[in-house]
């Protein structure tokens, strides 16, 4: 059967595409996240994973408010990026990996998660950047990948708790896929961040370092808020951080922090990392 | 939404309601993804609005670039935002609009968050 290698959490504003496109990951603004990296990109020599299963939030590239959902999961051979409309670089085309993305869909819809299935699908910055920031030389894409969506768009979002037991659920699916295919999950989006309102500019330094320390310590912690509990915390995208609980699900009750690293701020937005291993 | 909810300052969420009201602002955000549009927006804004029926209060938003004003119409900020990059504008400059800072005293504000 299938192993999950670990899982990586991080944000991904888009300004990071910028900054690689520039060069600025030595910079003063863009070290303190960039090498946030390294220990990442050492593990992951050793934990060699063939497939990612990518959990992110679309920001308008491939849905919009006429269709509209909750969970989607990518079921394609190939997912492309595309121009998000204000100029960072469009990265190469991602190879899915249409199997485990089935095998992924069956498993949920027979748990009660009813995801739309997705043969075509943009991916945007929340996907291309992550995994970017982890296979910052490759030069072909190393993994194979499925892309699972979280609507972070459209009030009402699914509960922490519903995205907790997705990532679960995720997880049972992908340690019992036949074969030895090591997979590593990722987490993309948060931490505490608000662009919009008078309220713009919101950062939470302490509600983020307790989250994060809840992710190996009491992963369910954040599942006890409701998610305008967790906007009064963490600010209207701040949310995101439901990928983080989702792909802290997939390992299962306990976990270890291999790194971490945390940065206020890049962009509008407190910069966390996180790796976890089961 | 629970009408008991307490509100959280400073802040509106995207809701169906909100989503409703938005809904041709922000399709025209969404058609910025393409750059053939953002040319055309920035050739004609009058005609790419109209085309997309922004109601009055949108077509004036749009006109004031006033960032309050278009989440008031209904914009969703991750639409938005594809508005404000045929601006030239990033989102500390949206934060400094809404707050009424400087963007050197927005990104003060930021910097200080770390601390």
């Given at each position: 059967m299938a192993t999950i290698v670990g899982a990586v959490t991080t944000s991904h504003v888009p300004s990071i595409g910028g900054a690689i496109a520039r060069h600025q990951e030595e910079s003063d603004y863009w070290k303190p996240f960039f090498d946030g990296f390294d220990a990442i990109h050492a593990w992951l020599r050793e934990a060699k994973p063939d497939v990612a299963v990518v959990i992110y939030n679309d920001h308008g590239l491939n849905f919009f408010l006429d269709k509209m959902p909750t969970f989607a999961v990518g079921a394609a051979g190939e997912y492309r990026n595309?121009?998000?409309?204000?100029?960072?670089?469009?990265?190469?085309?991602?190879?899915?990996?249409?199997?485990?993305?089935?095998?992924?869909?069956?498993?949920?819809?027979?748990?009660?998660?009813?995801?739309?299935?997705?043969?075509?699908?943009?991916?945007?910055?929340?996907?291309?950047?992550?995994?970017?920031?982890?296979?910052?030389?490759?030069?072909?894409?190393?993994?194979?990948?499925?892309?699972?969506?979280?609507?972070?768009?459209?009030?009402?979002?699914?509960?922490?708790?519903?995205?907790y037991r997705l990532g679960q659920t995720i997880g049972?699916?992908?340690?019992?896929?036949?074969?030895?295919?090591?997979?590593?999950?990722?987490?993309?989006?948060?931490?505490?961040?608000?662009?919009?309102?008078?309220?713009?500019?919101?950062?939470?330094?302490?509600?983020?370092?307790?989250?994060?320390?809840?992710?190996?310590?009491?992963?369910?912690?954040?599942?006890?808020?409701?998610?305008?509990e967790l906007i009064a915390e963490v600010g209207t995208q701040g949310i995101e951080l439901l990928m983080w609980l989702a792909a802290r699900g997939t390992l299962g009750p306990r976990a270890r922090r291999v790194h971490s690293n945390y940065h206020i701020p890049i962009s509008n937005t407190a910069g966390g990392t996180m790796l976890l291993a089961a | 939404m629970s009408a008991a909810a307490p509100e959280i300052p400073g802040t509106v969420l995207f809701d169906g309601r909100m989503a409703m009201r938005g809904y041709a602002l922000n399709k025209m955000c969404f058609s910025f993804n393409e750059a053939a549009n953002r040319t055309a927006f920035l050739a004609d804004e009058d005609a790419y609005c109209a085309a997309y029926g922004l109601t009055a209060?949108?077509?004036?938003?749009?006109?004031?670039?006033?960032?309050?004003?278009?989440?008031?119409?209904?914009?969703?900020?991750?639409?938005?935002?594809?508005?404000?990059?045929?601006?030239?504008?990033?989102?500390?400059?949206?934060?400094?609009?809404?707050?009424?800072?400087s963007k050197d005293a927005f990104k003060a504000k930021l910097q200080a968050a770390g601390r």
């Open positions: 595309a121009d998000e409309g204000w100029g960072i670089p469009v990265l190469p085309p991602f190879p899915g990996d249409p199997a485990l993305s089935w095998h992924i869909i069956e498993t949920l819809v027979g748990r009660e998660f009813d995801p739309v299935t997705c043969q075509e699908l943009l991916v945007d910055h929340a996907f291309t950047l992550p995994m970017k920031l982890l296979f910052p030389d490759a030069a072909a894409w190393p993994v194979r990948s499925v892309p699972v969506c979280i609507n972070t768009v459209q009030h009402p979002l699914p509960s922490a708790a519903r995205c049972d699916a992908i340690r019992a896929w036949p074969g030895d295919a090591r997979v590593l999950v990722v987490g993309t989006g948060g931490l505490s961040h608000q662009l919009d309102g008078k309220r713009a500019g919101h950062i939470n330094k302490e509600f983020d370092l307790k989250f994060m320390e809840s992710l190996t310590e009491d992963p369910e912690w954040a599942t006890r808020f409701t998610n305008r | 209060e949108q077509r004036e938003a749009v006109r004031h670039r006033n960032v309050l004003e278009l989440l008031a119409a209904g914009g969703n900020v991750y639409y938005l935002a594809k508005f404000a990059g045929i601006l030239g504008l990033d989102v500390q400059d949206l934060g400094a609009q809404q707050t009424g800072m």
